[in-house]
């Protein structure tokens, strides 16, 4: 059974810096492209930032570029998001993602998500 779980999530002040990890186990996690999510109270879930299978290609919802970076360790089986001058508008609940659609087969999994808040 492919299980996400994550961690490193906590409170800090505006400025400061988290990283957050998941782990995948049970899984392929050389194979999946992975995705890093949040939800704000009262809001949509929103993408954050997503990286290519190898960590070769990353993007970023434009409010964390050049704030945030995403990155991959398939020997450690582990994705994470370094977020740096964290701001108040960047809290909420962060959920890993590892998707892949193999001609329509589809496997789609998701950590149980880690809370960040962001306050002085």
């Known amino acids: 059974q492919a299980q996400l779980v994550e961690s490193g999530g906590g409170l800090v002040q505006p400025g400061g810096s988290l990283r957050l990890s998941c782990s995948g186990l049970?899984?392929?996690?050389?194979?999946?492209?992975m995705n890093w999510y949040r939800q704000a109270p009262g809001k949509e879930r929103e993408l954050v930032a997503r990286?290519?299978?190898?960590?070769?290609?990353?993007n970023y919802t434009e409010s964390v570029k050049g704030r945030f970076t995403i990155s991959k360790d398939n020997v450690e089986r582990t994705l994470y998001l370094q977020m740096n001058s964290l701001k108040p508008e960047d809290t909420g609940v962060y959920l890993c993602?590892?998707?892949?659609?193999?001609?329509?087969?589809?496997?789609?999994?998701w950590g149980q998500g880690t809370q960040v808040t962001v306050s002085s």
């Open positions: 993602n590892a998707y892949l659609n193999l001609g329509g087969l589809v496997y789609d999994y």
């Open positions: 049970g899984m392929l996690f050389y194979t999946y492209p």
């Open positions: 990286i290519s299978n190898d960590g070769s290609s990353t």
